[in-house]
């Protein structure tokens, strides 16, 4: 028996242990690195170090309203929301021709976070109603793309159907577009 085609993964780099982090850490998940890892091609990215912050580099948070936030600097208040989705459209269309899988994304990043990234008001507590400006053109164009934080995947359910989906477009893709249909070649 032929072993299951190898997933292809965008995942952010932190979480395979790059430090890539704003303090000069990163986050490395055991669960992606150790139990996943060796199933699967990661493609790592990394938003912030590939618009050309540096690493350790002041944070970053999302500010404004939850339907168009900025990106700005903590420190010294730069905003950086122009360059980020300048950079998140090409990227997004690089790795939609490498056919990704799946994506898992770092939770709470203001690049990154899918769910529940605070932005702050003018005036006001935080709402944690956000998601990150990275985060947010990636489900957009890819809209069929399985797409989880590193977070959620703790959640048993959540993983595994997180996890049948990637490996099902991961055969699809294995499968020559010949093959699916069920005609054969001459009556089509």
């Known amino acids: 028996m032929t072993p299951p085609p190898r997933a292809?993964?965008?995942v952010s780099a932190c979480l395979l242990?790059?430090?890539v982090r704003y303090d000069g850490g990163h986050k490395r998940d055991a669960f992606l690195t150790d139990v996943l890892g060796p199933h699967v091609e990661w493609v790592?990215?990394?938003p912030e170090v590939e618009i050309g912050l540096g690493v350790p580099r002041p944070t970053l948070r999302l500010e404004g309203n939850v339907e168009t936030p900025r990106l700005v600097q903590e420190a010294g208040g730069e905003d950086l929301t122009l360059r980020m989705r300048d950079y998140a459209?090409?990227?997004v269309r690089e790795l939609e021709r490498l056919e990704l899988d799946g994506y898992v994304l770092k939770r709470g990043s203001p690049s990154c976070g899918l769910f529940g990234v605070p932005v702050h008001p003018c005036s006001g507590a935080p709402s944690a109603?956000?998601?990150g400006l990275f985060a947010a053109a990636l489900v957009e164009r890819l809209s069929m793309l399985?797409?989880?934080?590193e977070g959620r995947l703790g959640d048993p359910a959540l993983r595994e159907r997180f996890m049948e989906r990637v490996?099902?477009?991961?055969?699809r893709r294995a499968v020559p577009a010949a093959n699916l249909s069920p005609f054969p070649e001459e009556l089509r």
């Open 167 to 171: 490996f099902a477009r991961a055969r």
């Open 17 to 19: 242990g790059e430090r």
């Open 44 to 46: 790592p990215v990394c």
């Open 146 to 149: 399985p797409v989880e934080e």
């Open 8 to 10: 292809r993964l965008g």
């Open 89 to 91: 459209g090409r990227r």
């Open 129 to 131: 109603d956000g998601r």
